[in-house]
Structure formats: C-alpha cells, structure tokens
C-alpha cells in the first residue's frame, strides 16, 4: 500500500498550515517509501479550537470526532509519521511490492466494538489471523504439538490457548484462569480503587498470587508466559489490582490470550497503521509532523502548546500520549503533584518484535498454525504472520518482559542469532535461514518508550488512580493508558480519543 | 545566615562567566533574603571539561572534586538557587532575624562519614536534635507518653524508637526489625539484584512479607509507620528487595528510624543547605543558575548541554539529578531503552513538610521531646525543629505516603488546619494557635518531583538495576539515589559526586 507515502509526503509539507476544512481525499500509488526526514521541524505560529498531542489512533480519533462536529482542530505529532504504536513496514522481495508487516500493534478481536466501527468507517477491511492447525508447546526440552482441546469451550474455561503438554499444570492454570476472571468481574472500571478488595489486590504484586495460588511448577509457568505476552511485563512488575483491571477491561483473560475469540483473532488489510493513515488523510493539513511538543502553558483563557520552532494557541488541549511521555513535557504552570507523581508511577511494558521472512509459510506443511508457547526465550510466543495469500511466510515473535530487557543492550545480530535458534527450536533446520529479519524495539524508540502498554504496579491505582483522567483546568488526558475498556490496546486508544473529544465538546 | 544571599547575588549574574579558578570567598552579612528571579534566565554558549547538571549536594560535591584536581568545571542548576532538596527557609519575628528552618532534608548521623567529613571541611558545626524527655504515642485514640525503654539498646534489639503502647506489637515489631535486618545484611549494596534471594525479594511488596511475617495489628501498625517515615511511601509501594537494600545502605533499620544514634541525630547549624551555599561559595561563577537543561547530545568526542538560551560544551557530563527527572531530558541520541525504561520506574516518595512556630517549646516543659508517632493522620511523626537557643519553638511533622498524596490535592488552609489538628491531639489547645505555618509540599516542585528520595518498586532491581549508575558514553549518573551507602540521604549524594567524579577524572 502507498498511503503512508502518500500521507507523508502532504503531512510532512504542512508545517505553516491550518485545518479549515476540505480534507484531502484520493490516493496516490507509486513511489516507495520516503526516507525520515528528521531535519524537517514544524514552525510556526498557529491558532486553533483544540489542539491534540500526539497521533496515534486517540489523538487522530479526538481529532477526527471533534473535527465532524466541526471544531477546529491541529494535532501536534513528534515523529514525521502517524500511528503511534502501530507501523506498517514493507517487506523486501521476493514478497511482492506493496507488503507488508506491522512492526507494532496489529490485531483487533471480537468486543473491540469502537476499533472495528473505526475500521468500517474508514473503508477497511480485515482477514483472519492464521489459526488453523496445531499449536506448538515448548517445555522442559519437548516439543509437542497440540489441537484446540475446545474450540467452542461450552464451559468458558479458557482453555483453548493452554497448552496441555503438562496435564497437572494445565488444569491448575485453567482453574486460575477461572478465578482470576471471576475476580476481575468486581473491579469497577472507571475506578479499579473503589474495589471491595482494591487494598488487598494493590497491595501485591501478581507474583505474590501465583505463589500463594499456584503450587504444580506446570501451572506457574502458564500463568506467568500468559502475563508476559499480555502486558511485555513479569509477573513480579503489575499490581494484582491491575491484572484484574485489564483482564475486566477486555472482558475475560481468555479474551486476551486466545487468537480465534480474543484480541488475537484478526488483522487489518493493508496494516494497522492504515487506520492511522486514513484519518490523517481526512484529517489532512490539520496534523502537523516532526512537531516535538516541549511546553504547554495554559491559564484560564487558553492553552498554548509549545515545540521549538513552533506554537499553538487553542481553547482545549487533549494530551494524547502515554502518561510516562506526558510527564517529560514542561507545564506552566507545573502540574500538582497528584498529577506530576502519577506520570512517574506508569512504565511502558517492554517488547522487541521480530520477524523472520522465508519463501513460504513452510510450517503450514506439517500442520501446524505457527503458534509456540514455549518456557525458553528469547522468544516464547510466536505468531505466523504471513500476508493474506500466504506468498511468502513470516513468522513473527515477542521478546518479552525480562526478556526483553535482557535483549535491549544486545546487539542487533546478537538478537537475531537468539531469534533464528528460537524458530529453529521449534519450527526446524527450514527455520535457520531466513529471506529477511525484522525487529522493532519499543523501549528504543524515543516517543514510545516501550510497549505495549503503560502498566500499574502495586500501590499507584488506590493512591493515583484519580490523577489518570481528570482534567487539570484546560487539558484533557486521552490515551489507551487511560480507556474503561479494552485498556492497552487499539480499541482503548479509540474510545479514550471519543471520551476526551466528548469531555472537550461539553466545555468549548 | 546571610549565605544564602550573598551566593545568590554573585550567582545570579554569573550568566555567561566561566569557571577559571580563583574562587570568591569572604561573605557578606546584611541584607534580607532576595524575591526569586525567575524571570532571569541563562544565556550564552560555554565550554568546560566537565559539565554537571543539577547543584544539589551531588552536583556541587562533584564540581568540587572536580576543581580540586585542577579540572574546570561548570554546574547547570534549573533553579534560582542551589541545595535540591536541601532548603533554608527565613523564620519570621518573634524569631531573631537570621534564623532558619530546614523546608528540604535537615539532618546528619552517626556513620555518615563523608557528609560529616565535608560539613567539617566547609567550617560548619552541628547540634543535637532535641531529644531529652518522653516520646509521645498515639495509638486507639490513647496518647501515652513513654520513655527510652533501652536508651543503650545493649543488644542492638532496635526498641529505642518503638512504642512500647500496645506491648504484643512492639515487641512483634522487634523481631520483625531484627528479621529484616538480618536479611538485608544479605544485599550486596552494589549489586542488590545478585543477592541470593533477589528474585524471591523483588518479586513482593514489602507490605506482603509484612502480611506473611506480622500477625499482631500492633505490630503490623509499628512496620507500616516505619516504612512510610523513612520511604515517605506506603508498604505496597515498595520492592521487600529494595527496603533491604535500604536497610543495608545505612547500616540497620534501627540507623534509620532513631533519633539519637540514627540519621535523625543531628543538625546543622545554620540550616543543612548551607552545606551546598558553602560549596556554591568555593565553586564561585562555576555555577549557572535559572539554567534548565532541555536537551544533551554527546557523541565521540563532546557533550553539549542545552537549555532554552544556553549551551554548554564539555568533555564529559555528570548527570546529579533523580532517575526520574533524568528522564525529562531530551537525550542525542536517544538513551537505550534499558536506561530509558529505569527512569519510568524509579519514582519519588511524598511528603509534605509542615511546621508551626510557638513562642515557646512549650511541650519540653510538660517532660515531652516533642517526637510522636501516631496511628492517626494527616501528622503521625513529628519532632521539635527549634533553633539551637530554643528562643521560638517550631513543631515539625511529616505528611507522608499515602496521607501525602491525599493532601496533595487539598488547599493549603485544608492542610493547615489538619495539622494544627494532628498538633492539638498531641500537645494540647497550646499547639491550637502558631504564630506561623509552614509547609513545603516536595511533590509539586517542579525540579524535584517528590521526596525524600527515588524508589524501587518491585521488580526493577533485578531488570534495571545495573543501569543505575553505568555511564552511558560520555554521561555520567550521581545523585543520592545512586548510591551504595547512605542512599537516599546527603551522605549518599555526597558520596555519588564523589564516585562520579572519580569516574570522570580517571577519563580525562
């Protein structure tokens, strides 16, 4: 697809212009990617109704939203892209021109309602993650592929993304999986603090309930990779209050980690990113790249928001980045401490994305849909990401949590060494070869920070809970970090996006 | 002390003025504390050998070592003066003029040698806390006055600063405090995450070890309080791993809870920032104030240290400000993620430092030392803050943790009037009417963020803990929290300048 190069090349120009209407449509279908243009800072001087930070899928949402109700609005980006966490990448040959993968975020899954509408609206279309065949469990040294147990799980007993190569581990893990849905049924949502038991889940790490809990070594293992692969985080880092949160926010921990029927199940024709994309074409001169936002001042008449080369005065700003990146920006005046000591208190999880390209999906051929739990990194779980029409095969992989940190001072072909003996680990010799090798490192990347999310560890819920939306005069919080439902993923950073433009129309 | 104003006025000017040599010295004696000058802002481009950033005592203990050995140097301070988190504040009449509170940190003890050693070193003398009389607990609504139950505390039992009300907890309370200290003397201090038991340690919160090891309310109550006075953070907050560390950093936990005999014994006369004006004083125009940094890059062969109107150019740069402020700062090239991803995690404590100023202190007269512990807020530690000659009494308490966080968001006549309260319920109607009130609310401080110091939360030892002090290029870490001995306290950020120094020096 040619929308990001289409997108880029308008965007990167409209450093002097202001959204007035007439979005740009139509899509241009030619020239390979554009280079970074780094030295390309946004300047100067602009005046709007609202001016958004950040564009990623909440700051193009508000935008978009207040836009319709015809609001003016300028959103204000630090990269020379779009998209936040989601970024598409193009594959090299011999995958075809047009290609791609998503170096970030990528799946939407059922229950993810406003992500989905979004994705109608915007005319795209998804397919189906790869789900058919076996799985692969790694452990203790076995390889041992395995069937979905139940496919229709009658009982809701999460059990079809547990592997059973450990019977006694695996029943223990599905009885935990159980509870642990059954306690997050009663952590209220718009405030997880307000919890009967909010004292004593915050009060631990979700560590110290697995050991309290969990007793076959089996079990542990399951419920520790699922937390790894949900949050990029160990057990020992999240609050228990906070699992339980984000396990309610997207319905159920079987939601999180299951494929077919979880926030697993489906891609994005074209990228994820290709959501970001359309709206700031909708959007058009009114997002401004390579805009590094430095300072925000704000009285009781107006905010203005400050980079470099570059201000914007408007009546409302909405702040739509994680709060850890919220935090490095200069408030005039300072932020309380509520606020300020909240933005310290919320770290990105930490996750290297990897890809490896072969001719074709070769693990198909011996029936197996390239989905590993395994208990050896680096790469623990792993994903077959081909395109479509399968035309060349990509298996991708997480490194995650401590492994992940373990990764970041590696070198780039150390990492791909750890990544080629991991796929051959489990997919074979056909494995130690691959067309390409891929990888995104979040924590590295200086307007992330990490992914996939920011996360609570113990205490900040009960005592900064509070801080995590609420206007502080005329600035407004959006961000998946901050949504009800579906916290952490695309669907959160919409509806945070609908929620803060909807705060803000209530006010102009 | 007129220190304070006689270094602010050369300091103030010392905008484009470098470091040479030929430090001023003598000191002025007359005039009343200068208006903050905030609008003045540094300028002008300068070149150094070392650039520090950040004039608290890490920062000045750095530059001071540094020029000692003949290498020039220049510290960038954001505010308009220097002591981080060291601050005198002017008492006003009836107290003589001159005299001084501490707002900031204020005290010094026995086996913090390198901070006594430069206390000596700069002329300056220290005086015992009050501590002569009965402490007072309030504990189940009963005030119960009580002495030094083992004023020799023969057999290091760490009694002498634990209420004796509710005898089952205290004496729960003993063997929990000989517990931890036994363990802690198990953290290797300059590598806490190789402790045998690390993962087990940062794998809980402190406050479930307590729930596993404390089963008497009385005892539980003892620990919490503790931990919120030294941590000025609540039991859930914290790593079990990293109050180890802690532990073991000042020797015992008895070190850091007494009075006499512990980092509570004594004061400095004339405030504790006199500890850094003395050095700012010997460091002369080697110190720019109202010096905000924005942005390093560092490369090769330079280090260049930007704020909005100034730029410094050195060799190497010693970077003497908390983890989570270091993080504020736009790095070139961006910091790795291992690096980056510790700032997120390492957040400040709160405390609000609140002090009433009596004519008298009235408590000594009534057999009381005036320090109190309480099972009820917004106040439950208190202690006599009256100068040396006792000719004003100043009561002094701590609002802490999560009473801290609560009062974060109250006006000041809210949180006034709970301290006069919490003052009334100790002392009596005597304490009803100050002739002044004094607060300094550490969390709203734009270049501080929190105290009394950074913290650990569970987890980040073992993933980021060798990313704590490891130079990153040509950047260097100090600050207290850096620190292997003493961490948290002036003696650690005394000792982190003058390990980052060293550092430096063996480079150059």
Redesign the interface.
Known sequence: MTDIDHTRRRLLAGATLLGTGAALTGCGDSSPLAAAHAADTASGDHTTDVVIVGAGLAGLTAARRLTASGVRTLVVEARDRVGGRALNHPLAAPARPGTIVEVGGQWVGPTQDRVLALIAELGLETFKTWDIGDYLDYRNGQLVPYGHLFPADPLNLGLNRIPPTDPAGAAEAAVAIQQLNDMAARVPLEAPWTATDAIAW????F??WV?ANLFTPGGRDLLQLAIEAVFS?????LSLLHVLFYIHSAGSLDHLINTTGGAQESRIVGGSQRIALRMAEELGDRVLLNA?V?QIAYDARSVTVRGERFSVRAQRAIIAIPP?LA??I?YSP?L???R??LT?????G?VIKVQCVYPTPFWRDSGLNGQVTSDTGPVKITFDNSPPDAHVGVMMGFIEG?DG?RA??QSREERRQGVIDSFVRYFGEQAAEPLDYIEK????E?WT??CYAGYM???VW???GEALRAPIGRLHWAGTETAEVWNGYFDGAVRSGERAAEEVLALL
């Open positions: 915050d009060s631990q790490t560590q110290s050991d985080a160990q057990p020992r880092d590094p430095t850890t935090g490095r200069r300072a309380d401490g509520l300020d000591q310290q208190r919320v770290p990105m930490t401590e940190r970041l001072r490192n979040w924590a590295a200086e920070r990490g560890p113990p205490g009960l005592d900064y």
